[in-house]
């Protein structure tokens, strides 16, 4: 079986962080403004085991742009480009280090959208 290598993992990181800063580089003229989104959660809890002995904490975070002004070509208005990290560790019985990042396509259903939920689907890669 072969391992994964950490300067793997460290490729992946550079390339998600140039991706999300490049949306400040140069903005097209007569391009309407759809608004960066960015979230951030921390969750604990345990995992479902009869003892309770698996606990985990984690630190999570998505920027949600506007596709074409990120991959500089035409795509329809619904579609969005997605960037999620986690950090984290499991909390007992020992301490595990966890760690993931992800981009992803996020394509809003409109035709499915009410005033009160915008449901969408989403596909992409992720270390």
Request: proline content about 6%; charged content about 20%; aromatic content about 14%.
């Amino acid at each position: 079986m072969k391992r994964f290598r950490i300067p793997h993992l460290g490729i992946v990181l550079v390339l998600t962080i140039t991706l999300c800063l490049k949306t400040a580089w140069g903005e097209e003229p007569n391009q309407e403004q759809i608004p960066d989104r960015y979230g951030l959660a921390i969750t604990y809890g345990n995992t479902y085991r009869p003892d309770g002995e698996i606990g985990f904490l984690t630190l999570s975070g998505v920027a949600l742009y506007d596709y074409d002004r990120v991959w500089r070509h035409r795509a329809p208005d619904a579609l969005r480009f997605k960037v999620e990290f986690t950090l984290g560790s499991t909390t007992r019985p020992q301490f595990r280090f966890m760690a993931s990042t992800a981009m992803l396509a996020l394509y809003y259903l409109d035709f499915f959208s009410t005033s009160e939920v915008r449901p969408y689907v989403e596909a992409g890669i992720g270390v």
